[in-house]
């Protein structure tokens, strides 16, 4: 199965400040995604991304900035982290040529104080 | 964009009979729909996913079912065992390359013994 890692695996952030998370794949795929989770419920699309250098805006994207720097990397930024934005995230990555399946990273989990 | 709705969020079943999720989505144009498995505290998992050129999948004991015209696909767990207790999502997605997921609000499936 396709390897996607992220980290930290948790972060506690203060309100105000400045929060990286970050994911890396080893699959060659062009595409990555950043969700978010809130508990109990299902996943939401902040940003995506489909070459490096270059970052598309999901279904939530205020409040978040993406950047990719590589193909193998990808990474949400938080620069004024605030309370509603505790969740957990999780990134994934997708292949091209008919190839659909996203597969998921295991997360990070975000508590913002 | 899509638009998912899940339904029932709560089900459960007793050990050996079988479970359905159901989805509906709105966005005609969405041609692949997977379904991922996520246990507490883990990543969500790929479990089957159907494309818009079929109308049944079947895998290991699930079974998937897509109607185009009403826009409404169902997952059918046979066979329930206790190790199928977990969060279920259905997603949709649309019909350009970029393989945004819209995802429903899960399914947390409990199989009692």
């Known amino acids: 199965e396709a390897a996607v890692t992220q980290s930290p695996r948790s972060k506690v952030a203060v309100t105000g400040g400045k929060v990286t998370l970050s994911c890396h794949q080893t699959?060659?795929?062009?595409?990555m995604y950043w969700y978010r989770q809130d508990t109990g419920h299902g996943l939401r699309l902040i940003h995506y991304?489909?070459?490096?250098?270059?970052?598309e805006k999901g279904d939530i994207p205020d409040g978040y900035k993406a950047s990719r720097p590589s193909q193998e990397n990808f990474s949400l930024i938080l620069e004024l982290a605030s309370l509603s934005q505790t969740a957990v995230y999780f990134c994934?990555?997708?292949?091209?040529?008919?190839?659909?399946?996203?597969?998921f990273g295991p997360g990070t989990r975000l508590l913002v104080l | 964009g899509e638009q998912v709705e899940q339904l029932p969020s709560i089900l459960r079943v007793q050990e050996g009979s079988s479970a359905s999720i159901n989805c509906t989505y709105e966005?005609?144009?969405?041609?692949?729909f997977p379904w991922y498995k996520q246990e507490p505290g883990e990543n969500p998992k790929l479990i089957i996913d159907?494309?818009?050129?079929?109308e049944r999948k079947q895998t290991q004991g699930l079974i998937v079912l897509l109607d185009k015209k009403a826009k409404r696909f169902s997952l059918h767990i046979t066979d329930t065992q206790p190790g199928d207790s977990a969060m279920y999502f259905c997603?949709?997605?649309?019909?350009?390359?970029?393989?945004?997921?819209?995802f429903g609000d899960g399914t947390v499936l409990t199989v009692k013994p």
């Open positions: 994934a990555s997708r292949g091209t040529g008919g190839m659909d399946t996203q597969y």
């Open positions: 699959n060659n795929h062009d595409y």
């Open positions: 991304s489909y070459v490096a250098d270059s970052t």
């Open positions: 966005n005609s144009a969405s041609n692949y």
């Open positions: 159907i494309r818009s050129n079929m």
């Open positions: 997603a949709a997605s649309g019909a350009t390359n970029t393989g945004k997921l819209t």
